[in-house]
């Protein structure tokens, strides 16, 4: 099994919130959330919560919604 981090999907924020975790832009795993809905980017699902799941999770452990970051520009 490939391991997914959510630091190398593309919709993981290089925003972190007020506890410096990661948070997970996806609009499916957001489609609830009334904050990010009305643009509080900073109030966006963590990545941990949006995986944390085993089963019920809109990602979960397996990154269902997990899609492949473009490289980023090396900025040398």
């Given at each position: 099994?490939?391991?997914?981090?959510?630091?190398?999907?593309?919709?993981?924020?290089?925003?972190?919130?007020?506890?410096?975790?990661?948070?997970?832009?996806?609009?499916?795993?957001?489609?609830?959330?009334?904050?990010?809905?009305?643009?509080?980017?900073?109030?966006?699902?963590?990545?941990?919560?949006?995986?944390?799941?085993?089963?019920?999770?809109?990602?979960?452990?397996?990154?269902?919604?997990w899609?492949?970051?473009?490289?980023?520009?090396?900025?040398?």
């Open positions: 099994m490939k391991i997914l981090r959510c630091a190398d999907c593309r919709y993981s924020s290089d925003v972190t919130d007020s506890w410096g975790y990661s948070l997970c832009m996806n609009p499916v795993v957001n489609s609830k959330n009334a904050d990010y809905l009305g643009g509080m980017d900073r109030r966006a699902m963590q990545c941990s919560e949006a995986r944390g799941g085993r089963f019920f999770a809109k990602c979960g452990l397996a990154g269902k919604l899609e492949q970051a473009e490289p980023k520009e090396d900025q040398s």
